[in-house]
């Protein structure tokens, strides 16, 4: 595709609701980054993909959040049992290889509310 | 750990204005800085990317710096519009994993007037 592509735009879910959100990469991009960012904050990392291996998941709050790219193209992002401090918006990116400069290109992000 | 902060947080100025962005960062280690827009309700558009060993890109009416050892970069947007208006953020990338992990800060809100 011509850029990066998330799903759903928007989601509500009651607390303690599981969630899947979908990120679709630019067509062949090497690397997946997902951020949350909360509103009136810039967005703070997740976890980063290099092809289907998750290389850095440092950035995940809890271990209700859980992310994999199984055949290294389309991500799922996926929130357990979510909380009202989970609201916010969540953007992936991907970026071209292994060589750099290693510009990022971001998608529309999907906005969570917890209610 | 890597702390962006950029100022001013937000500025208002009538359409044809020069205007500077400043942000500044704690680590210095790192390889690239890029600079993104954001306009309200979307995602981040890439405006420049600076690697570490170059000190400015320009891309037509805006230009950004980069000074590394001092932990600084400035984005100069010349002759202001009113479709300039949205958030700008500023992002370091350091090393993780085999790629670079940009740090954000929590942006600058400009508004250009007609």
């Known amino acids: 595709g011509a850029g990066v592509s998330q799903s759903p735009r928007y989601k509500v879910a009651k607390r303690g609701q599981d969630v899947a959100l979908r990120c679709d990469p630019i067509?062949?991009?090497?690397?997946l980054f997902w951020y949350q960012q909360a509103l009136g904050q810039g967005p703070e990392f997740l976890t980063y993909f290099q092809n289907e291996a998750q290389l850095d998941k440092s950035g995940l709050p809890s271990d209700r959040f859980f992310a994999e790219r199984p055949e290294g193209s389309v991500s799922t992002l996926k929130i357990q049992r979510t909380q009202q401090e989970d609201s916010a918006v969540y953007l992936c990116?991907?970026?071209?290889?292994?060589?750099?400069?290693?510009?990022?290109?971001f998608g529309p992000g999907t906005r969570l509310t917890v209610t | 750990k890597q702390e962006v902060t950029q100022i001013p947080a937000a500025l208002s100025v009538p359409e044809g204005e020069n205007l500077v962005l400043n942000c500044s960062f704690t680590?210095?280690?790192?390889?690239?800085l890029q600079w993104f827009r954001q306009d309200p309700g979307k995602g981040l558009t890439s405006l420049l990317l600076?690697?570490?060993?170059?000190r400015e890109q320009t891309s037509g009416r805006l230009n950004a710096s980069l000074d590394k050892s001092s932990g600084r970069s400035t984005l100069y947007i010349a002759a202001s519009q009113p479709g300039d208006s949205a958030t700008y953020l500023c992002?370091?990338?350091?090393?993780?994993?085999?790629?670079?992990?940009?740090?954000f800060g929590r942006g600058t809100s400009l508004i250009v007037h007609p």
């Open positions: 992002a370091p990338g350091g090393a993780s994993g085999g790629s670079y992990i940009p740090t």
């Open positions: 067509s062949g991009h090497v690397s």
């Open positions: 600076i690697q570490s060993s170059q």
């Open positions: 680590d210095s280690a790192i390889y690239n």
């Open positions: 990116a991907s970026s071209s290889g292994l060589a750099g400069p290693y510009e990022q290109y």
